[in-house]
Every structure is written in C-alpha cells, then in structure tokens.
C-alpha cells in the first residue's frame, strides 16, 4: 500500500550505496520526502531518502556531482525503493525500466 507524501505522514527508506540491491540499510525520512534509487549506468545504485521535489534529473545532477551518467526513480511508500530480488541487480534494472515507460505513459 502506498502512503501519498502529501498526506503528512513520514516514510521510511532503504538506504544504502551498492552494485547488488540486496542491502537491508533503512532511515527515517521526514513527511516531505519520498524514497530514491539512483542507478549509475552500469555502476551503483544510491538509495535514501530524498525531498519529494527534489525528484527532478537535473536536481540529482547537482546532488550527485560525481554521478554523470544515471536514470532515477522516486516512489513514496514505506521502504518502496528496496530491491525486488537479491542476485545481480539485472531484473530490478528492467523493473525500474518498466515503471519508467508505465510513469511516462501515465502522464
């Protein structure tokens, strides 16, 4: 069940920085804020909590510098950036590909 970020209520994240999508990591995060995975081109994936409107490319562009090349995902219910399966990270990665074209269909 999804929690709106806007109904007031704060959230939980997975945070963590890492190649697989396995990790356990969580953080509180304030009633602002949604829940991002950053994934480098062929690198890491970055998740943590994140300002809700801040969930724009060119925001994360400037929040991650040393990121050049990444595509994004920002979801607000509890824990929603965690993986969906511990292996490679490769069928996360055509899950976030999919929500992507469904989030861009859908507006």
């Given at each position: ?49 994140v ?27 509890d ?29």
């Amino acid at each position: 069940v999804s929690h709106l970020v806007f109904s007031g209520s704060a959230i939980r994240c997975v945070k963590c920085k890492d190649y697989t999508g396995s990790c356990t990591k969580s953080q509180d995060c304030s009633y602002e804020d949604a829940c991002l995975t950053l994934t480098e081109r062929g690198g890491q994936t970055y998740r943590q909590c994140v300002k809700y409107s801040d969930c724009d490319y060119n925001r994360l562009a400037q929040m991650f510098p040393a990121v050049p090349n990444f595509y994004y995902n920002c979801c607000t219910g509890d824990l929603c950036n965690g993986a969906t399966s511990i292996g490679t990270g490769k069928p996360l990665l055509g899950l976030l590909a999919s929500l992507a074209v469904m989030w861009w269909c859908m507006h």
